[in-house]
């Protein structure tokens, strides 16, 4: 072991001075800071972008903006917010810095690969933000980047689309990265059995980074050869099909539902297991849940193309498999329920956020089931419901996991203690703004509300200003959220090694982490969750 073994990561002496030793270096933890310090800056911009849509649609008519700088706030919103912010999600920032000490390990299998991630992440970013100011200007097809309008658009969509495309190398590095550090890299005992939850989330969406993301890529390079050398793959004048364009996009982007969700169940399973101080229920249920979701998420896109001229017996196949991926889902909210059962429940700020979670990712699980359906799918397709279900899995569901975790892991990463009641005031005031924010619109969808209009009948106005004002209430919980914790950045206010009672191997080591995790290595001799009575 070094002799700096005891030594903070964050007080490491390195060969670079200043910032030049954190992107130069090839620590998993610094990574992870580096993953998590850039994903809430796009955050930041995100938000901003989100509460421009929605003041333009305060109002039927023309508010604050015209409709060609709708299209493309619309599409920058959704790109920097599925892209940059929730497909890295949870596995970015919290997988990079906990998975090797999860499993015992000194680092991840690559450290330097895992740096050209991040180098992979960040340049693909600016490629999306130079997109912006070159060309004819931001794109303006939505997030999906839907042919023909990808196609015939003036807008800069090739350098979009080759950002986009190079984001995807990242991902898929990441999956590789920790794929292999699971399997090569656990300690002395550790039995994949024995892995906490969230390892095991990591695990399964490596694989779906690692067999799904090409699709994307060469779905996207297809799109960058149609739009430079008109090759006609999706044109239908030229004898090509824009529903195959559907198809590759979905077959990914599906999965990609998976990427984002999956390690916030992982995180989820680590506070309820730490704040009932109970073993998580059915552990091996729930790896088999975890395994399961990954596999048949790859088998599910077509739901997304009901009314794109399938054949009924490719509908009815779609729609069983949909409801047959619900299962496993269902089973994990029971086992986060069971294990809440006569659990000692401390209503710690993470724990707020994993409850609120379950409420919050049960509705847009149950939502989705209406889109599986097909009667019912058609009625609601491309309606706000859409949207309503959409931010209810990922804003309710991996947004809210993503707050729990950086609040349950904020000590063990940086050493220092927020102020819970300020936390426990943002968590209420984010939870009351999210809902009045996105509930108007499923009873808008279900009253034929479409989605991505920029202009809409004045019978849907009033549900439209409610849900304007819960954007505000929304924002106003998640600036008190993060002033919060730069106050505590700030402050001397040094956080304990053990502060949640954890049972999981971070828990061992001091706060900060050492350079190297461990002073001695770990020997693992019981289960991921013997807490202490």
Do not use: C
């Not at 690559?110 to 960040?122: A, D, I, K, Q």
């Amino acid at each position: 072991m070094s002799t700096h073994a005891s030594q903070s990561f964050l007080e490491e002496k390195g060969k670079y001075p200043g910032i030049f030793s954190w992107i130069f270096s090839t620590d998993h933890k610094r990574i992870g800071i580096l993953y998590l310090v850039s994903m809430l800056s796009f955050f930041a911009v995100g938000v901003m972008l989100g509460i421009m849509i929605r003041l333009e649609l305060i109002a039927p008519g023309q508010t604050i903006m015209p409709p060609q700088m709708y299209n493309a706030i619309f599409t920058l919103h959704g790109v920097i917010m599925i892209f940059l912010f929730v497909i890295p999600g949870l596995a970015a920032p919290f997988g990079n810095f906990f998975l090797p000490i999860l499993i015992g390990a000194k680092d991840v299998a690559f450290p330097r690969l895992n740096l050209l991630s991040w180098y992979l992440f960040v340049g693909g970013a600016a490629i999306v933000i130079l997109s912006l100011f070159t060309g004819g200007g931001p794109p303006d097809t939505g997030w999906t980047f839907y042919v023909p309008y990808s196609l015939r658009t003036g807008t800069n969509v090739t350098l979009a689309v080759f950002g986009a495309f190079v984001l995807g190398f990242s991902s898929i590095l990441t999956g590789v990265n920790f794929v292999s550090t699971i399997h090569m890299l656990r300690a002395p005992g550790m039995k994949l059995s024995q892995m906490p939850l969230f390892p095991w989330t990591l695990y399964a969406t490596g694989w779906v980074q690692i067999l799904a993301t090409p699709i994307l890529s060469i779905t996207l390079l297809l799109i960058i050869l149609e739009r430079v050398f008109g090759i006609g793959l999706f044109e239908a004048s030229k004898g090509g099909d824009p529903v195959l364009y559907q198809h590759l996009f979905w077959i990914y982007s599906h999965p990609a539902v998976y990427i984002m969700i999956l390690p916030a169940m992982g995180a989820i399973s680590e506070m309820i297991a730490t704040f009932s101080q109970k073993r998580v229920f059915g552990y091996k249920a729930m790896v088999a849940a975890t395994l399961s979701i990954a596999f048949v998420g790859y088998l599910v896109w077509g739901h997304h193309m009901f009314v794109s001229g399938q054949s009924d017996m490719a509908v009815i196949i779609f729609s069983l498999l949909t409801f047959l991926v619900a299962i496993p889902s269902g089973v994990k909210v029971f086992n986060w329920v069971a294990t809440l059962y006569k659990g000692r429940i401390s209503l710690e700020p993470p724990m707020l956020f994993s409850l609120s979670f379950i409420f919050l990712f049960s509705i847009g699980g149950l939502s989705g089931l209406v889109q599986g359906a097909l009667a019912t799918d058609i009625h609601v397709h491309d309606t706000t419901f859409v949207v309503a279900h959409f931010h209810y899995v990922m804003f309710g569901g991996t947004g809210f996991a993503f707050f729990g975790a950086l609040h349950y892991w904020f000590p063990k990463m940086f050493g220092k203690m927020y102020n819970k009641k300020v936390a426990s005031v943002a968590w209420a005031i984010m939870f009351v703004g999210f809902n009045v924010l996105y509930f108007p619109m499923f009873i808008m969808g279900m009253r034929g509300m479409p989605r991505r209009y920029y202009d809409y009948l004045p019978e849907f106005q009033p549900l439209h200003f409610l849900s304007t004002v819960g954007s505000w209430i929304l924002v106003t919980g998640i600036i008190i959220l993060f002033t919060n914790l730069i106050v505590a950045l700030r402050r001397n206010n040094r956080a304990p090694a053990n502060p949640w009672n954890g049972a999981t191997l971070e828990w061992k080591i001091p706060s900060p982490p050492p350079l190297e995790n461990f002073d001695e290595e770990p020997k693992i001799t019981g289960g991921p969750y013997e807490f202490t009575r």
